[in-house]
């Protein structure tokens, strides 16, 4: 044997020497940096990638590190990891191959917890662990199962047999969990009043933190169990001493957790605010509310899934709402705002903040993980979290603008204040929190301000968004169409509930006053401008309103450098949709009207008024690529007349011969080197209905807002086709002949359709002075589903 192959074979015997170390340290729960050991798991791998035997090793090493690396119903990041490596090995032939078979329902497992589900999320694991008890002994799905079923069952809530102790010659960490699970279920979930059980309870959590070391990876979460414990023996007994020891505890456990990245960092923040809450201490409850909801936004911006993201945001968005209101019972409105921009957009906030991140890492003095994040198509979670790093400490990404920016921006933009709609949550009111462009914050509470199942404004609210309504852009005639109708009716509720309260101030003054209004929830898919009171008379005739994703968007538009529109852009009408939609015979006189009118310099595609395709373009995703691709497209103008789709976790533009999805555009406008357009015009439907829920404000609209362009106009429903083509002409009239601002431009377009006087501009097309001779100024539905957002 030659001194290379002694070498090699030395080698390769330290690799698995090593691999089988730190898998028996994963087994016996005294891994301490599970992170570091799958890192060089990978690295491993790599070095012996024309070993197969050492390379499935150390792939399946890192699989069932990953896989342990949650808590107790796994991370689903994590889990997705591993199932990637197990596919691999399962392709090349190794032991994996029967794990990989049940990983999909564990993972679909993990997600119904995360969406709230419990009942199926504990029958899919229950069906998973039967399953997996066919797996070879010393499988690792097989252990980890068995590991954490005492624990599953503890958060079930019922009465299962008791939890068995952990195997003879256990290490201490995995006799740790099994007291926790003991625990736990000692406690009931907080229903258990019998005295001489909770103390039991509180024993095996005390123990459990004893046999962990500061370092270990379990210790922040049996911390944070010992003091649930304690916290809910200070419910039973109200003795103090206990919520001292509580809080202690709790203050200890985020020392060592040190910050959003780790898992139980919202956790252990929320229930130190409401301990401090129980004591009267005000100001550090609040604080560590606020701090708490960093978590959240570390989760959405590490999860690349947006099914796991979704569920991180939703909880992100439903606690910031519930901190803000005990802020707000404090009196306190700048905390407020901070809390609710903290759950607000994280979805559309983290494919914008990560898009390219490339420069930020270079200056922090990491090209190495900038080129890594360039090389990568799907940059995987190990990576993410590596970047998050750098970026958290270099650029408190984490940290929502605080209110002398939130201030700066208002001014910056011409507008007075931001304005957060919150609903009620009974038995509290909802909430304006508005901030003004000058002056201290403040708020209102608005009792009205709740959409509740059953009710008539949900009601309503469900005709306008309904998907059966026919053919899109077109509603019926006034008075006929229970789509109207309900718009109608909801303008009422919307003054009572909120506008009236919001614009009382701003009424009277000089000049038009112009509020930026981010509503939460459901509170989305009102339609705000249009709120009516009891004068019969529209917001947008006391105000201009636009809407914001969140006040972190903003200020991010409001630091870009103004562009105005200029000649130049792309016009699409109607392109053909192969029978997919119906035919937009008024998008088309209106699309053809703007570009000969106002951007003879812009280029046609799609259909012309009289249905012949125009020679530039059929309206394609390729044509709108292209074009976006250009060298050209700084100042333009991008107006698409066309049909709009959104559909579950999607929205989409429909084009001829394909579609563009938000998800397209994001990354099509992130590309090196490309300028967003000035103003986006999306007339179309549902282009600014978000796609992952309401508080997540990611729509068509929004993406392109968020990707640079200056100004956006989108859509809250089907929109009428014939009315929409009036709007959009005269919209282009105040903005290019008047020289208006886009979003003054869209207020005087929609006061011109109000009135009952309005007259053509002279160079208004006769094609559409036709269709206004039979339009009705009474119809709020023909102009109030168009929402402003940017500059």
């Known amino acids: 044997m030659t001194r290379q192959d002694r070498s090699e074979t030395v080698g390769r015997a330290r690799a698995i020497a090593r691999i089988q170390d730190v898998l028996g340290a994963a087994a016996d729960r005294t891994l301490v940096d599970p992170h570091a050991a799958i890192a060089e798991m990978a690295g491993l791998a790599a070095a012996f990638a024309g070993d197969q035997q050492v390379r499935a090793l150390a792939l399946g090493a890192r699989s069932a590190l990953e896989l342990a690396s949650g808590y ?368 201290p914050p403040r708020y209102l509470a608005l009792p009205h301000l709740a959409i509740e199942p059953g009710t008539d404004v949900e009601r309503h609210l469900a005709t306008m968004t309904s998907g059966d309504r026919g053919l899109p852009r077109e509603i019926g005639p006034a008075g006929t169409d229970p789509f109207a109708g309900s718009v109608d009716a909801l303008c009422g509720w919307a003054w009572k509930a909120a506008m009236g309260p919001v614009v009382r101030p701003y009424l009277g003054q000089e000049g038009v006053p112009r509020l930026v209004l981010v509503p939460m929830g459901e509170l989305a898919r009102v339609p705000w401008q249009a709120a009516r009171g009891p004068d019969g008379t529209h917001v947008v005739e006391h105000v201009a309103v636009s809407q914001a994703a969140s006040a972190r968007m903003l200020c991010a538009t409001a630091a870009a450098e103004p562009v105005r529109v200029g000649s130049g852009g792309l016009v699409l009408a109607d392109p053909d949709t192969a029978g997919r939609a119906a035919a937009l015979r008024s998008a088309r006189l209106e699309a053809y009207a703007i570009q000969q009118v106002f951007y003879p310099g812009a280029t046609y595609v799609g259909r012309r008024p009289d249905g012949s395709v125009s020679r530039s373009g059929a309206g394609t995703p390729d044509d709108v690529r292209s074009w976006l691709r250009a060298d050209d497209s700084r100042g333009a103008l991008l107006h698409l007349a066309s049909h709009g789709t959104i559909e579950t976790a999607s929205s989409r533009l429909l084009l001829a011969g394909g579609d563009l999805t938000a998800g397209e555009l994001i990354g099509l406008l992130s590309e090196d080197g490309r300028r967003a357009p000035a103003l986006v015009v999306l007339a179309a439907c549902h282009t600014g209905r978000s796609i992952h829920g309401y508080d997540e404000a990611y729509s068509l609209g929004t993406v392109f807002l968020a990707a640079g362009a200056r100004s956006v106009l989108s859509t809250q429903w089907s929109i009428p086709d014939e009315d929409t083509s009036l709007l959009m002409y005269m919209f282009h009239h105040f903005l290019a002949t008047e020289r208006r601002e886009p979003w003054d431009a869209l207020r005087r377009a929609q006061l011109w359709m109000l009135d009952d006087d309005r007259r053509p501009p002279d160079r208004m097309p006769g094609p559409l002075r036709r269709v206004l001779d039979g339009a009705a100024p009474e119809r709020v539905a023909a102009w109030a589903g168009f929402i402003h957002w940017g500059r």
């Open 72 to 439: 107790p119903l796994g991370d689903a990041h994590a889990m997705r990891a591993a199932l990637a490596d197990l596919g691999e090995l399962a392709e090349e032939g190794h032991e994996g191959a029967e794990v990989l078979a049940l990983m999909p329902d564990y993972l679909d497992a993990v997600r119904a917890h995360q969406d709230g589900d419990t009942e199926t999320a504990f029958a899919i694991f229950d069906d998973v662990r039967a399953r997996a008890g066919a797996l070879p002994p010393g499988n690792v799905l097989r252990a980890a199962l068995e590991e954490i079923a005492p624990m599953l069952d503890a958060m079930r809530g019922t009465d299962p047999a008791p939890v068995p102790a952990a195997p003879p010659g256990a290490s201490p960490a995995t006799r740790a969990l099994h007291l926790v699970a003991r625990g736990g279920m000692a406690m009931r979930q907080g229903a258990e009043t019998n005295l001489s059980a909770i103390d039991a309870g509180i024993d095996d959590l005390r123990e459990a933190v004893t046999l962990t070391p500061d370092n270990h990876p379990d210790h922040v979460f049996h911390l944070a169990s010992l003091a649930l414990g304690l916290g809910h023996r200070a419910e039973v007994t109200g003795a103090g001493a206990d919520v001292d020891q509580a809080i202690a505890t709790l203050e200890r456990a985020r020392e060592l957790a040190r910050g959003p990245e780790h898992p139980q960092w919202s956790f252990v923040n929320e229930m130190l605010a409401g301990l401090r809450r129980r004591r009267g201490e005000a100001p550090p409850a609040r604080l560590a509310a606020l701090d708490g909801l960093q978590g959240y936004t570390w989760r959405v911006l590490l999860e690349p899934d947006p099914a796991s993201a979704r569920a991180y945001a939703r909880e992100a968005a439903e606690e910031a709402m519930a901190t803000a209101g005990r802020c707000l019972v404090d009196h306190q409105p700048a905390d407020a705002l901070r809390a609710l921009d903290s759950g607000r957009a994280l979805m559309l906030f983290a494919a914008t903040e990560l898009r390219d991140p490339y420069t930020r890492l270079v200056e922090a003095g990491r090209a190495d993980l900038a080129d890594a994040w360039r090389d990568a198509d799907d940059p995987p979670p190990r990576l993410r979290e590596q970047v998050l790093d750098v970026l958290v400490r270099d650029t408190g990404v984490l940290d929502p603008p605080d209110l002398g920016a939130i201030q700066d921006a208002l001014r910056r933009l011409g507008a007075d204040a931001l304005v957060y709609l919150v609903p009620a949550r009974s038995p509290a009111p909802g909430w304006a929190v508005i901030a003004p462009a000058d002056g």
